[in-house]
């Protein structure tokens, strides 16, 4: 297996389905920065980021899109857009940690256990787009040198 070729092994009904759930998450996320919680996600924004607010919940929002459209669509794929959503949740973890630091009440996380709760929950999301993808097996069967070209 190489991490950069489409997939040609099927995964389980398991992985399947979790992966489109989480691909429909962020379709559904993606939609709402812009639209219904446009605000909410702008109170998320760091301060301390050198870009204007609205146009990183903006971004961010298209970002989501793409990226659940991507883990809906492109099952051939999935491996490295597995990497990517993985790499996206890290990357938007900050504004997690900021939320908690400067006490933004958001999304009805309104006490600093309500927001510590969803900060831990970010690595949850991460390990999710890994294991649902096949992206970490794919990452551990690369390094321990198992390669395999998909059962063909």
Do not use: C
Request: aromatic share 10%; glycine share 8%.
């Amino acid at each position: 297996m190489t991490l950069l070729a489409p997939q040609k092994t099927r995964t389980t009904i398991l992985r399947t389905v979790l992966r489109l759930v989480l691909g429909a998450f962020l379709l559904l996320a993606g939609i709402s920065h812009l639209t219904v919680n446009r605000e909410a996600f702008l109170a998320q924004v760091p301060t301390w980021l050198p870009l204007e607010g609205d146009f990183v919940v903006v971004a961010s929002g298209i970002v989501e899109i793409i990226l659940g459209a991507a883990l809906l669509a492109l099952g051939r794929f999935r491996v490295q857009v597995g990497w990517i959503v993985a790499a996206f949740f890290v990357a938007i973890f900050p504004g997690n940690i900021s939320q908690l630091v400067t006490q933004t009440d958001s999304f009805g996380l309104n006490t600093d256990l309500d927001r510590t709760i969803r900060l831990l929950f970010q690595p949850v999301l991460v390990l999710w787009a890994l294991w649902s993808t096949g992206a970490w097996k794919a990452w551990r069967e690369y390094r321990s040198g198992r390669r395999t070209d998909g059962g063909n």
